[in-house]
C-alpha cells in the first residue's frame, strides 16, 4: 500500500465517539484524519432515543457517566450548540411493590458508591411528576438533572465544531485493509491508504470487525434498536420515562410527538446495513406504553425506525488500549446507551492516547476482559 494521507491519529468512524475522540485530540494539538463509510449520526449516533441520563447505568459506567453530565449541563460551552438538550429528569417506574424493593436496593447500591443522584420516590411524588401514569404504578426512582438531546442535532454539532477545528473527515468508503508495520499503521478505504502512530477504532456494530482486523477479539452483536414516534399531542409529560422491568424509553419532544423506545429489537442485517422495524417489536411496545399510560389508546404511530447499534454480552462497552498492539485503542460496543457517555470517553480516550493514563479509571471496559479468542464476529 502506498501512503497517500498522513496524520497524527487515525479514527475509524465518525459518529459522536469518534467525533468526541477527534475533538480532544485537536486541543492537545494532534492532527486527525476520520474514516466514515457513510456520514456521522448514519447508524447509532443519530438514530437513537437521545436520553441524557445517569439513571439505571451500570455502576461499571456511573463515573463516566457524572462526569460526562457536568459537559452536558454546559453542552453549549463545549460545542457551540445546544443539542437540544432540556433537562427535564429522567424517572424508572415500579408498577409493583416488589420493583420499589429492586429500585430501593439500587439506590443502595448506587449511595454505596459514593454516587446521590438517584433518588427513590412514593406514589405520590410518582403522580406529581407524571400525573398521567396508570394507577397500577406504586413508585420510582428519579434523576432530575438528567433529560434528552436531539441526536442528530447532536451529531452535526459535534461534526461541525470537529471540522472548524481541523479534523479531517473522509466520507463514503468503508475500511478494507488495516496493516502496521515499523510502529505505523497503514489503513486502506477505497483507493485511499491513511498512515499513523495512531489508530482509534469507533466503528460502532462493526467495532468487533475493525478489532479483529487490528487483532483484538471482541464478542459483538449487531443489533437494530427500534424507535417510534407519535402524532403531536399537547404538553402532558416532562420526564423521560423507563420501567424497572424494561421495555420502555419514553419521552414527549418540545413539538409534542412522543417518541418510544425500551431496546425493542428489529431485524438488523449488518452485511447489508440495513435495520428494518418488526411488526411485532411495535406491537409489544405499544402495548407496554399503553399499559402505563392508559390515556394514549387511541394515539397515532407516525413513523417508526432503527439504528445499528453493537450489544457487547455484559453490556457495558470496550473502551481503552488494544490488547495485541501498542497505540492502538478502541470505543465501541456502546449497547444503545452510549449517547450520554460520548462527551466523556472522547476525553479519556485522548488522555489516554496523549498522556498514557485517564482521570477516570477505565479498566471495566477493557477489551481484554474476552480473552482474546481468535476472530469471529456475530451478524
Not at 114 to 136: A, K, M, T, W
Not at 148 to 154: G, I, L, R, S
Request: contains cysteine; proline residues 4%.
Amino acid at each position: 500500500m502506498s501512503d497517500s494521507f498522513s496524520s497524527d491519529a487515525i479514527i475509524i468512524g465518525g459518529g459522536l465517539h469518534g467525533t468526541s475522540t477527534a475533538l480532544y485530540l485537536r486541543k492537545m494539538g494532534l492532527s486527525v484524519n476520520v474514516i466514515e463509510k457513510h456520514f456521522p449520526g448514519r447508524f447509532a449516533s443519530g438514530m437513537n432515543a437521545g436520553g441524557v441520563r445517569r439513571l439505571g447505568r451500570d455502576l461499571a459506567e456511573i463515573p463516566l457517566s457524572v462526569a460526562a453530565m457536568k459537559i452536558w449541563h454546559s453542552i453549549e460551552n463545549f460545542i457551540g450548540d445546544d443539542c437540544g438538550f432540556h433537562k427535564v429528569g429522567q424517572v424508572k417506574i415500579a408498577e409493583t411493590e416488589a420493583e420499589m424493593r429492586e429500585l430501593e436496593a439500587r439506590v443502595n447500591s448506587v449511595k454505596a458508591q459514593g454516587f446521590l443522584h438517584e433518588e427513590l420516590i412514593g406514589n405520590n411524588e410518582l403522580r406529581d411528576l407524571i400525573p398521567v401514569v396508570s394507577q397500577n404504578c406504586v413508585g420510582g426512582i428519579v434523576c432530575r438533572d438528567d433529560g434528552a438531546a436531539n441526536p442528530m442535532k447532536t451529531t452535526k454539532a459535534f461534526w461541525r465544531r470537529a471540522v472548524e477545528e481541523n479534523v479531517n473527515y473522509y466520507l463514503g468508503e468503508k475500511v478494507t485493509e488495516i496493516k502496521k508495520s515499523k510502529n505505523i499503521w497503514k489503513v486502506r478505504a477505497g483507493f485511499d491508504t491513511f498512515s499513523s502512530p495512531i489508530l482509534i477504532n469507533c466503528a460502532g456494530a462493526w467495532g468487533d470487525v475493525i478489532a479483529s482486523m487490528m487483532g483484538d477479539y471482541a464478542p459483538l452483536k449487531a443489533e437494530a434498536l427500534t424507535m417510534i414516534v407519535t402524532q403531536r399531542l399537547p404538553e402532558f409529560i416532562q420526564p423521560v420515562v423507563g420501567l424497572t422491568s424494561g421495555g420502555l424509553s419514553f419521552k414527549q419532544s418540545p413539538e409534542g410527538t412522543l417518541l418510544i423506545g425500551g431496546s425493542h429489537q428489529g431485524k438488523p442485517n449488518r452485511d447489508l446495513e440495513t435495520a428494518e422495524p418488526d411488526p411485532l417489536t411495535l406491537s409489544n411496545s405499544a402495548k407496554i406504553v399503553t399499559r402505563v399510560f392508559p390515556s394514549l389508546t387511541n394515539v397515532n404511530v407516525a413513523r417508526a425506525w432503527c439504528g445499528l447499534e453493537g450489544k457487547m454480552p455484559d453490556d457495558i462497552p470496550v473502551i481503552g488500549s488494544s490488547m495485541t498492539q501498542e497505540a492502538g485503542y478502541h470505543a465501541f460496543g456502546f449497547c444503545g446507551h452510549g449517547f450520554q457517555l460520548s462527551p466523556i470517553v472522547g476525553k479519556l480516550l485522548a488522555e489516554l492516547i496523549v498522556d498514557g493514563k485517564t482521570s477516570i479509571p477505565l479498566d471495566a471496559f477493557s477489551i481484554s476482559r474476552f480473552g482474546g479468542e481468535q476472530n469471529h464476529y456475530i451478524n
